[in-house]
């Protein structure tokens, strides 16, 4: 089975992907809103939870899984994106949704942020952008802005903080989408076009933390944000990094880039079939066939 034959097979109401699972973040938190967006993608496209596969690392963002029915992996600190490349690999057929945070995503986890995108692995990764490390209390994060004071830096950073959606662009995203957990329809709209996109499909949320980050409130999103213009060319990457560079301050919420290209499945199949490789993955079968 392809993945595109994983659509439509089911009809669930977003309210019937919810686990037996509670959440249990601070109110106010803006993952529920990305939470509550994940069941509404996966309700309009109509997959089945045996379909669907949910990877994360560490984090407040992090335990999104556990609250969505389908298979689920509480991986290690920063690995998430390694683990959900090999899960895909097995199993081309399933759609594989990376959950995570700045962090986990930017930190420890950087170093596999370029490899995925540029390999075009077919998966899709939702970040939760709160600025801080909450689940460890309010130290600073990659995203962090430098005016804001946090656990072990009470006087503010030293750092400027990185951009997730420039670096995507840059390291070769096919699908970079950009979304604030306020806008709950906006967000259901874009993680269900990542999962319908054949690529690696990225999409920033700006969520809030009310408990540890006191400066990017709800209230602030709200004013960063500005939706993409009508006339916005998203298969047109000049356009891209242009609007993520955030010309007039404001950050560009919406479908940034997009672009169709080869995966990484694609590739591996066409290295398959140039050395004449076996279709079949059961390594024993294989051994069995070439060794007397």
């Given at each position: 089975?392809?993945?595109?034959?994983?659509?439509?097979?089911?009809?669930?109401?977003?309210?019937?992907?919810?686990?037996?699972?509670?959440?249990?973040?601070?109110?106010?938190?803006?993952d529920y809103g990305v939470l509550n967006s994940t069941y509404r993608a996966l309700s309009e496209l109509g997959i089945h939870p045996k379909d669907f596969v949910s990877v994360s690392g560490i984090g407040c963002s992090s335990r999104l899984p556990y609250f969505v029915k389908g298979y689920k992996m509480h991986t290690l600190h920063?690995?998430?994106?390694?683990?959900?490349?090999?899960?895909?690999?097995?199993?081309?057929s399933l759609s594989v949704m990376v959950a995570g945070g700045d962090g986990d995503g930017f930190s420890i986890g950087g170093?596999?942020?370029?490899?995925?995108?540029?390999?075009?692995?077919?998966?899709?990764?939702?970040?939760?952008?709160?600025?801080?490390?909450?689940?460890?209390?309010?130290?600073?994060?990659?995203?962090?802005?430098?005016?804001?004071?946090?656990?072990?830096?009470?006087?503010?950073?030293?750092?400027?903080?990185?951009?997730?959606?420039?670096?995507m662009l840059t390291y070769g995203a096919t699908y970079v989408a950009q979304a604030f957990a306020g806008n709950p329809k906006m967000c259901a709209a874009l993680i269900k076009g990542a999962i319908e996109h054949k690529g690696f499909a990225y999409v920033n949320i700006f969520s809030q933390c009310p408990t540890f980050n006191k400066?990017?409130?709800?209230?602030?999103?709200?004013?960063?944000?500005?939706?993409?213009?009508?006339?916005?060319?998203?298969?047109?990457?000049?356009?891209?990094?242009?609007?993520?560079?955030?010309?007039?301050?404001?950050?560009?919420?919406?479908?940034?880039?997009?672009?169709?290209?080869?995966?990484?499945?694609?590739?591996?199949?066409?290295?398959?079939d140039l050395v004449g490789g076996s279709p079949d993955y059961d390594t024993q079968k294989i051994i069995d066939a070439h060794i007397p």
């Amino acid at each position: 089975m392809s993945r595109a034959e994983i659509f439509n097979n089911i009809e669930m109401k977003p309210k019937e992907y919810k686990s037996e699972v509670s959440p249990v973040w601070c109110p106010g938190c803006g993952d529920y809103g990305v939470l509550n967006s994940t069941y509404r993608a996966l309700s309009e496209l109509g997959i089945h939870p045996k379909d669907f596969v949910s990877v994360s690392g560490i984090g407040c963002s992090s335990r999104l899984p556990y609250f969505v029915k389908g298979y689920k992996m509480h991986t290690l600190h920063g690995r998430a994106g390694a683990v959900a490349t090999g899960t895909q690999l097995a199993n081309p057929s399933l759609s594989v949704m990376v959950a995570g945070g700045d962090g986990d995503g930017f930190s420890i986890g950087g170093g596999h942020m370029p490899h995925m995108a540029r390999k075009n692995v077919d998966m899709v990764y939702v970040l939760m952008d709160n600025g801080i490390y909450g689940l460890t209390k309010g130290q600073s994060s990659p995203t962090t802005r430098k005016e804001m004071p946090a656990y072990i830096t009470p006087y503010g950073g030293v750092e400027e903080p990185l951009d997730p959606v420039m670096y995507m662009l840059t390291y070769g995203a096919t699908y970079v989408a950009q979304a604030f957990a306020g806008n709950p329809k906006m967000c259901a709209a874009l993680i269900k076009g990542a999962i319908e996109h054949k690529g690696f499909a990225y999409v920033n949320i700006f969520s809030q933390c009310p408990t540890f980050n006191k400066i990017d409130t709800a209230k602030y999103y709200r004013g960063l944000v500005e939706d993409l213009s009508e006339d916005h060319d998203p298969t047109d990457m000049d356009q891209a990094i242009a609007v993520a560079r955030r010309p007039n301050g404001k950050a560009p919420v919406g479908l940034i880039y997009k672009e169709d290209r080869y995966t990484l499945c694609d590739e591996m199949k066409r290295l398959v079939d140039l050395v004449g490789g076996s279709p079949d993955y059961d390594t024993q079968k294989i051994i069995d066939a070439h060794i007397p």
